[in-house]
């Protein structure tokens, strides 16, 4: 059996503002640098996941509530709720969505393995490499 190449690599390095997408580099101030949080957990701009891992996003401001959705799933997150809901099961975050220089940041591996990506972290480059 070969195992089929990813089709998408993202790379974050951390406190960056260039990502690399398919070994091309994305640079852009919309994207603040994303950040390892007091728990060792790295936090992205939501606008990441909407443009480069290519998920419908959407912000309820009256419920401070994110709702990411591709074809298969739906993650609910909210602004410092702990709790998560992935297709109506909820699960506990280790840390939660945060607002920060006015950029909503979400926990990137919970969202990016919920929508089918795998994580690996690269503790040399400080680099989270997403790829499905």
């Known amino acids: 059996l070969t195992q089929k190449k990813p089709q ?3 790379r974050i390095p951390i406190g960056s503002q260039i990502f690399t997408v398919n070994d091309q580099e994305i ?3 919309a994207y ?3 950040f390892i949080d007091e728990n060792s957990i790295t ?3 939501l606008r990441l996941i909407s443009d480069i891992i290519a998920a419908k996003v959407e912000w309820l401001p009256n419920t401070k509530e994110i709702v ?3 074809d298969k799933r739906e993650i609910r997150l909210q602004i410092n709720n702990p709790k998560a809901i992935v ?3 909820e699960y506990d975050l280790v840390s939660t969505p945060v607002v920060k220089n ?3 940041y979400v926990p990137v591996k919970f969202v990016a393995e919920n929508l089918d990506f795998k994580s690996e972290w ?3 480059t400080k680099t989270l490499v997403l790829s499905k």
């Open 102 to 104: 006015e950029r909503t």
């Open 68 to 70: 990411i959705s591709d």
């Open 87 to 89: 297709n109506d099961v």
């Open 122 to 124: 690269i503790p040399e």
């Open 27 to 29: 640079s852009n101030v």
């Open 32 to 34: 603040p640098p994303a």
């Open 43 to 45: 936090m992205v701009p």
């Open 8 to 10: 998408v690599v993202i």
